[in-house]
Structures are given as structure tokens and as C-alpha cells.
């Protein structure tokens, strides 16, 4: 089964620092990809995906990904983070190319990020 | 447009109790997935339920059912609560099975 790795649990950064939050996957097949933020007490909601063309995506708010193929990583970067970016962020991964599986995503466990003023 | 909507917000059961959680998916979707989030943890896939039936399931026990009603919404329902069970519960629905999920704000289960 796919599995997804996200190394940093926690990242304290101050105002207009550069943000990179790892995210590795497990399965080499054909993959779509998935950044996800939870501000405080709000729900799930999607910051960018990736599904073909372009590696490099840009999602809402300034936020952009790049996919490695060769590395099954997905990191997801900000280049001078705010106040408002303290939120909980989640990498998830569809395996797109396999039927049985399809629709379901695998999560990883999340990175805490706060931003200090 | 509303968005996914679940309820109810909190929920507090006695272990052994049943439960039961429902989903309105947002408008124009027809698949409607579960995930269940313990705390400090990231969500976990527990099945999909596409033109009612379901379609996909993960590594839950058989205590853990589902239904999808012909105007696409969803109920999970949970049997023989353990404490293990406290959780937020997430619903997403998608226009297809393979498409982009949006999440609803979850249900808050507690089990004393």
C-alpha cells in the first residue's frame, strides 16, 4: 500500500521567512498529488494538486509544489511566509493509475507550522 | 453553493454504544468518502461510496458500515464503540471517484 512521509512534525519560522515542507511517497506508479491546510478550527481545505503536465505547481495564496518523479517527493514551498500561513499542513497522494485503489488518498501525518510576528 | 456539511459536530458515547455520523456532499458531487483523524495524526482512509454502493475500503474492522442514499448523501455508522474509536471523523466528496476531494469540518467523537 502507498504510504506517505512528511519529516518535519513541527516548523516554527519568523515573518517573511522561506517555507519548504517535505513530502515523500512510497509507490512509483501514476500518481496524483495533494497539498492540504487546516487553519485553527477550520476544516481540510486544498492548497494545490498535482495530476500531470507541469511539475512545478502553484496553488492559492503563494504557495507552489514541485514533483520529482525520480526522488517520489512533493515538496511544497512558500517564499516569505506570514502570520496567517500558522496552520497544520497535509500531503496526500492518489494512486490515479491503479483501479481498486482509486479515490482513496493516503495522508501523511501532517507538519505544524507556526509563524512568529 | 454549500459545501460538504456533516453532522453532528460532537458526539459523546459510552463504550459498546453505537453511533451514527451523516454527510451531505457538496452540491453536484456523487462520491462521498470516509476518514477517520486521531489526534496528531493525518487522516486515514475508511471507505468510498459511489452510486451507493461501496467501492473501496480500508483497513477497518467489519464494526465500521456505511451507507450512500440515492441524493448522494453518506452515513457511517460504527458498532461496538471502543475507546480507540475517539476520533474526528472527516467526510469528502468529489465529483467522480478519482477527482479532487473537498473535506466537510468533521465530527468530533468522543468514547468514555
Known amino acids: 500500500a502507498q504510504s506517505v512521509s512528511q519529516h518535519n512534525h513541527h516548523v516554527i519560522l519568523s515573518e517573511a521567512a522561506s517555507l519548504e515542507l517535505g513530502c515523500n511517497y512510497s509507490?512509483?506508479?501514476?500518481?496524483?498529488l495533494f497539498w492540504y491546510v487546516q487553519y485553527p478550527g477550520q476544516h481540510l481545505q486544498l492548497l494545490l494538486k498535482?495530476?500531470?503536465?507541469?511539475?512545478l505547481v502553484k496553488g492559492i495564496k503563494g504557495f507552489e509544489a514541485e514533483f520529482i518523479k525520480s526522488k517520489f517527493s512533493f515538496n511544497l514551498r512558500k517564499p516569505s511566509v506570514q502570520w496567517s500561513d500558522t496552520a497544520e499542513y497535509f500531503c496526500?497522494?492518489?494512486?490515479?493509475?491503479?483501479?481498486?485503489?482509486?479515490?482513496?488518498?493516503?495522508f501523511g501525518r501532517g507538519t505544524q507550522l507556526t509563524v512568529w510576528p | 453553493d454549500a459545501g460538504v456539511t456533516q453532522s453532528p459536530t460532537h458526539l459523546i458515547k459510552t463504550r459498546g454504544q453505537q453511533v451514527t455520523l451523516r454527510c451531505s456532499p457538496k452540491s453536484g458531487h456523487d462520491t462521498v468518502s470516509w476518514y477517520q483523524q486521531a489526534l496528531g495524526q493525518g487522516p486515514q482512509f475508511i471507505f468510498q461510496?459511489?452510486?451507493?454502493?461501496?467501492?473501496q475500503r480500508g483497513n477497518f474492522p467489519d464494526r465500521f458500515s456505511g451507507h450512500q442514499f440515492p441524493n448522494y448523501s453518506s452515513e457511517l455508522n460504527v458498532n461496538a464503540l471502543l475507546l480507540g474509536d475517539s476520533a474526528l471523523y472527516l467526510c469528502?466528496?468529489?465529483?467522480?471517484?478519482?477527482?479532487?476531494?473537498?473535506f466537510g469540518p468533521g465530527t468530533r467523537l468522543t468514547v468514555t
Open positions: 509507490y512509483g506508479g501514476t500518481v496524483n
Open positions: 461510496y459511489y452510486e451507493e454502493e461501496e467501492r
Open positions: 469528502a466528496s468529489s465529483l467522480n471517484q478519482g477527482d479532487e476531494q473537498y
Open positions: 496526500a497522494v492518489n494512486d490515479s493509475g491503479r483501479g481498486s485503489t482509486l479515490g482513496r488518498l493516503y
Open positions: 498535482y495530476f500531470s503536465g507541469d511539475p
